[in-house]
């Protein structure tokens, strides 16, 4: 059985319940990207791309303006900032949760302003302006194991920190804090980039990974096994890792908003990735969650033979599987439609997690109580979902461009089901009673049966298909008078998870009269 993880990931002005493992869809606002070509580098066409990818499920959309495929070319913060705010301004808008993919402290600070929930720094935060960043907001924070770090030794380890946290030095330019580490520790693989050219480049080479990785050359002759041996890999990983949130803690970053990367691909052989990767369910025991971020990596083309990076998205998906069933809880991917469909499999046969949602039911034609009870009847049928309760069906105004008044009711269930599927069994059970959705009308037309998924607790969607909690939640007297029925005080309870609901005199749809229970277990 996985691990079961009640953690909430604090991210800017949200919080993300882990129970459950998180997708992340990559958005890559670059021309010369290694997976996608750079399909998605104009502005309106990211966004077209970060939208899919919200209605197939991604819980966070991740926005990069600067590639880190071998050999990329490195941007200025002004560059990368000019591909990305506008895709990360609409994204906010719409309700996303957004991560932004940079080692730029300009470009994170910039983004955070505007309530970018996720800075995640492919660099480790060694940089300290990254470092202030992270502690001068309440951004989320993933610290990737970064190829730039001088390797570590158990008695290097401590030098360095010492270095880091005393050593004025270490607070200047690049070059200089190169320059004083290569002094301080002469035993240490130092990166040797050309003149003018970008450390993390020159450390990105891929045909130089091949053969050394983050353990040097380690090929010796006559090996007796296929894979070197792990305790030194992950020491150097795990090394970094806790090294790194250590000195996010100490400048006063909260450890609920810190979550971890081993970096798999960055600077590492195969075989060094293979051994990362079979270690993910040690990483966990460091009490941070834990970053899968595999997709489409070389690594994965050599464990499965597959060589464009667009076709090893079935390969990937094995690993990330493998991941979270370790415990990894969030998954960065650019296949968001399969991954999801692969967790809610997984989670379904692995997991007995049970949520609470609120569906609210409107009817307007024929016999209005009994399209209600037909429909309750049917939620109570679907897979892995319960009816919980349900409140008396009531009578409220005409609203939202219909003409006649509706009868309302509101079910609590119980449903180990993923909202997306959710979604999808309401609108088989829409059609079954009749219901018949115009193109280009919108909700303006007579409805047997309408059903809204309003509310899953702790869930937050954004997107063209679903957005949670539902936007007219807080307005709707036709759906707030019925939950009463169900709790004692929903305006306090929905206040507690930042809804404000408006006052009565402000709403739309008030109710009007009490048409009774309604019969649907016969």
């Known amino acids: 059985m996985p691990r079961r993880n009640e953690t909430i990931w604090h991210i800017g002005d949200a919080e993300l319940s882990l129970e459950r493992p998180r997708v992340m869809g990559v958005v890559n606002v670059t021309p010369d990207s290694f997976s996608d070509g750079g399909e998605s580098f104009d502005e309106k066409a990211a966004l077209d791309r970060a939208f899919e990818l919200l209605d197939q499920g991604a819980d966070i959309i991740d926005v990069g303006g600067e590639s880190t495929r071998p050999g990329f070319s490195p941007l200025t913060p002004e560059e990368e900032s000019g591909r990305i705010v506008g895709v990360v301004r609409e994204l906010l808008a719409a309700g996303a949760l957004v991560s932004v993919d940079t080692r730029h402290a300009p470009t994170a600070k910039l983004c955070c302003r505007l309530g970018a929930h996720i800075v995640n720094d492919v660099t480790g935060f060694i940089d300290p302006a990254m470092v202030q960043v992270a502690a001068e907001t309440m951004c989320g924070i993933i610290v990737c194991r970064s190829v730039m770090a001088p390797a570590r030794t158990a008695s290097t380890g401590r030098r360095r920190r010492a270095y880091l946290d005393t050593d004025p030095r270490a607070h200047q330019p690049e070059a200089v804090r190169e320059e004083a580490e290569a002094s301080l520790f002469p035993d240490l693989p130092q990166p040797e980039p050309s003149a003018g ?15 050394s990785g983050i353990m040097g ?10 894979l ?4 030194p890999v992950m020491r150097q990983v795990m090394g ?57 990596k070389r690594f994965v083309g050599a464990i499965s033979g597959v060589g464009a990076p667009a076709e090893r998205d079935a390969a990937s998906l094995g690993v990330a599987l493998a991941a979270v069933e370790a415990g990894a809880r969030i998954v960065r991917t650019h296949d968001v439609a399969a991954l999801v469909q692969a967790l809610d499999a997984w989670r379904a046969i692995s997991t007995d997690s049970i949520s609470r949602a609120f569906i609210s039911l409107g009817s307007n034609v024929g016999d209005r109580v009994a399209y209600l009870a037909r429909a309750v009847k049917l939620i109570d049928e679907l897979p892995m979902t319960c009816v919980f309760a349900v409140s008396n069906a009531y009578e409220s105004d005409p609203a939202l461009g219909i003409a006649t008044p509706v009868a309302n009711a509101v079910c609590e269930i119980r449903t180990e089901l993923d909202p997306r599927v959710l979604l999808g069994h309401l609108l088989d059970i829409e059609r079954t009673l009749g219901r018949i959705r115009k193109p280009g009308v919108g909700g303006a037309q007579p409805r047997t049966i309408d059903l809204d998924l309003v509310f899953y607790e702790d869930e937050r969607s954004a997107g063209k298909r679903l957005v949670l909690p539902h936007p007219g939640l807080p307005e709707r007297d036709f759906v707030l008078v019925p939950m009463e029925d169900l709790m004692s005080d929903p305006e306090r309870y929905f206040a507690s998870v930042g809804i404000e609901v408006a006052p009565r005199e402000e709403r739309i749809g008030i109710v009007r009269a009490d048409l009774g229970p309604i019969s649907w277990d016969a």
């Open 240 to 296: 970094f890792l806790g090294d790194q949130a250590r000195i996010l803690r100490r400048e006063g970053v909260e450890a609920d908003r810190i979550a971890l990367d081993p970096g798999v691909g960055f600077g590492t052989t195969t075989d060094e990735d293979v051994i990362i990767c079979r270690a993910m369910g040690q990483m966990v025991s460091m009490g941070y969650p834990l970053v899968c971020a595999v997709s489409r």
């Open 217 to 226: 050359v380690h090929r010796p002759l006559n090996r007796r096994f296929p």
């Open 197 to 211: 050219e970008d450390p993390l480049a020159a450390l990105m080479d891929e045909d130089a990974h091949r053969t």
């Open 228 to 231: 070197p041996e792990s305790a």
